[in-house]
T-cell receptor, first 114, second 112 residues
Framework: KAGVTQTPRYLIKTRGQQVTLSCSPI?????VSWYQQTPGQGLQFLFEYFSETQRNKGNFPGRFSGRQFSNSRSEMNVSTLELGDSALYLC?????????????FGPGTRLTVL | GQQLNQSPQSMFIQEGEDVSMNCTSS?????WLWYKQDPGEGPVLLIALYKAGELTSNGRLTAQFGITRKDSFLNISASIPSDVGIYFCAGQLISGANNLFFGTGTRLTVIP
């Protein structure tokens, strides 16, 4: 099985712009979660989507949003970018129909905000 | 959010030595996971633990779910150069949603 894929791998934007990141989960996985990783704050949960619905949300401002499509692919959007949004954005997928919470991560999208 | 205290922050060891790192929390978790992350890549799942007291191995790696459900440790035996990387613990709260809380990471350097 192919792993979690994320596009693009690298992105450079300027303050005030918006950005959309894409994630394709492992085939058959319906849960997709997004995490932000920075040197200062580490890995922090953004939100989780399951069956096209946001099931859980972390403590991030409303500028961060996401959605999931019927094929389980997910996108996250950050509007009005700030310098502090520079980070590695990671997507993780989880098998369905199990109580186990093994999440499998993609390679991430490195976002740099100038 | 939940704070997972992971120690040590970094380790420098000789090839062939054993390594131990641990994670503690003030909250009870029902799942402990250990990941390894290489530079520029996403975390790779190493071991998953689901029951208090559970001891699980994956090759040279062994991890345990603490009895109090508030801690976990990871051991690596006979380290090799490719063990270099950052190791993260992650936990899921006992009554929480699917989101994981991560430790601050242990940076491992193996000296050949």
């Amino acid at each position: 099985k192919a792993g979690v894929t994320q596009t693009p791998r690298y992105l450079i934007k300027t303050r005030g712009q918006q950005v959309t990141l894409s994630c394709s989960p492992i085939s058959g996985h319906r849960s997709v979660s997004w995490y932000q990783q920075t040197p200062g704050q580490g890995l922090q949960f953004l939100f989780e989507y399951f069956s096209e619905t946001q099931r859980n949300k972390g403590n991030f401002p409303g500028r961060f949003s996401g959605r999931q499509f019927s094929n389980s692919r997910s996108e996250m959007n950050v509007s009005t970018l700030e310098l502090g949004d520079s980070a590695l954005y990671l997507c993780a997928s989880k098998p369905s129909g199990t109580e186990y919470n093994e999440q499998f991560f993609g390679p991430g999208t490195r976002l740099t905000v100038l | 959010g939940q704070q997972l205290n992971q120690s040590p922050q970094s380790m420098f060891i000789q090839e062939g030595e054993d390594v131990s790192m641990n994670c503690t929390s003030s909250s009870i978790f029902n799942t402990w996971l250990w990941y390894k992350q290489d530079p520029g890549e996403g975390p790779v799942l190493l071991i998953a633990l689901y029951k208090a007291g559970e001891l699980t191995s994956n090759g040279r790696l062994t991890a345990q779910f603490g009895i109090t459900r508030k801690d976990s440790f990871l051991n690596i035996s006979a380290s090799i150069p490719s063990d270099v990387g950052i190791y993260f613990c992650a936990g899921q709260l006992i009554s929480g949603a699917n989101n994981l809380f991560f430790g601050t990471g242990t940076r491992l350097t193996v000296i050949p």
